[in-house]
């Protein structure tokens, strides 16, 4: 499957962004997904991840209340709505597909989009 990621953007903290992230091929379903972010010189942060049927999902501790992810299968897209952005929330965002079930961790993710730069100004 192949990702792309789009949505980023210079925001002012305290503003709302949506994040999507579009799957080529016919077998998104049964894909979990996730969204991770980066800064560079750190490693690559979990974010936020759901199931195939949209039914589970986890989220880091950082933007837990603040961040919604959501899918639909039939559009083949995943979303990541960010409300409340802070500047430590500025990061290169990338989704990323599972063929498992939903995890957190970067090393189980079999696909990878490029990254959607999301830049939160004080």
């Known amino acids: 499957v192949q990702l792309q990621a789009s949505g980023g953007g210079l925001v002012q903290a305290g503003d709302s962004l949506r994040l999507t992230c579009a799957a080529s091929?016919?077998?998104?379903?049964?894909?979990?997904m996730g969204w991770f972010r980066q800064v560079p010189g750190r490693e690559r942060e979990f974010v936020a991840s759901?199931?195939?049927?949209?039914?589970?999902?986890y989220y880091a501790d950082s933007v837990k209340g603040r961040f919604l992810i959501s899918r639909v299968n039939s559009q083949n897209s995943v979303y990541l709505e960010m409300n409340s952005l802070k500047p430590e929330d500025t990061a290169d965002y990338f989704c990323?597909?599972?063929?498992?079930?939903?995890?957190?961790?970067?090393?189980?993710?079999?696909?990878w989009g490029q990254g959607t730069l999301v830049t939160v100004s004080s």
């Open positions: 990323a597909a599972h063929s498992g079930t939903t995890t957190t961790r970067p090393w189980h993710y079999n696909y």
């Open positions: 091929g016919r077998t998104f379903s049964q894909y979990s």
């Open positions: 759901i199931g195939r049927r949209g039914t589970d999902t």
